[in-house]
């Protein structure tokens, strides 16, 4: 597991949930005893992802009558089920009360190769499911690592540049990482970012014959897709 998430755990109420349990998160895991009920219905939630990773949807689970975890899923803010990958990722593609798919407006079919695509057959996510695995009685919330990479091109060519050094800084000015461009011109800043937070991008030394970039501000996206 992954160390550093702050969880809770609410049952469902008719009027409101009740806290059953919170805690922070060890690579490994989290019991809890004694405490859910046959035939309720719970919810798992993330209220602070890990470092360097971005933050996983709920997952909300059922108590079976002989205390064993029945069945579980991924939903959204909105409370809807969605689907996850193969990679155990959540996806924004959520299942219709009809059996259906839809990615917000788009609708989704999943072929015989267990793929979501669109009506044009594009794969919008590969290997999705929509139940997530129980094995010994472990409900598994999975964290996709905060992913940005930056890329150093010529305005006006497109081609890339190598030699610029450029910087990445957080809100308190503090230097996250500091590199030099290659051929390619791209950097990845793989659980090196935070999500929800917001950095700037500048550029320290330019390229021989090229005039300094303007500071770039950008925000690492919530849920982990690539940028």
């Known amino acids: 597991g992954v160390a550093g998430a702050v969880c809770v755990l609410y049952e469902y109420g008719q009027e409101e949930n009740m806290l059953i349990e919170s805690w922070v998160s060890s690579a490994a895991g989290h019991v809890i005893k004694d405490k859910l009920a046959p035939g309720k219905v719970y919810l798992y939630h993330e209220e602070k992802a890990p470092e360097g ?17 029945t069945s579980a899923h991924y939903i959204n803010d909105n409370g809807e089920t969605i689907l996850y990958d193969k990679d155990g990722y959540t996806t924004t593609i959520t299942v219709q009360e009809d059996g259906t798919y839809k990615d917000g407006d788009t609708v989704v079919t999943i072929n015989e190769s267990g793929n979501a695509v669109d009506e044009d057959g594009n ?10 695995p129980i094995t010994d009685n472990v409900v598994v919330m999975k964290d996709a690592p905060t992913n940005v990479t930056i890329k150093k091109t010529d305005s006006k060519t497109g081609l890339s540049l190598a030699g610029a050094t450029l910087q990445v ?12 461009t290659d051929e390619s011109g791209t950097f990845k800043l793989e659980k090196m970012l935070t999500a929800g937070e917001t950095y700037t991008l500048r550029e320290k030394e330019t390229v021989d014959g090229y005039y300094y970039s303007y500071d770039i501000i950008f925000t690492v996206n919530e849920d982990g897709r690539p940028q």
């Open 53 to 69: 990773y971005a933050y996983s949807e709920s997952i909300e689970f059922t108590v079976g009558e002989d205390g064993n975890v």
């Open 169 to 180: 800084i957080d809100k308190d000015g503090k230097i996250v990482a500091e590199w030099t």
């Open 123 to 132: 794969i919008i996510a590969e290997g999705v499911k929509k139940d997530m």
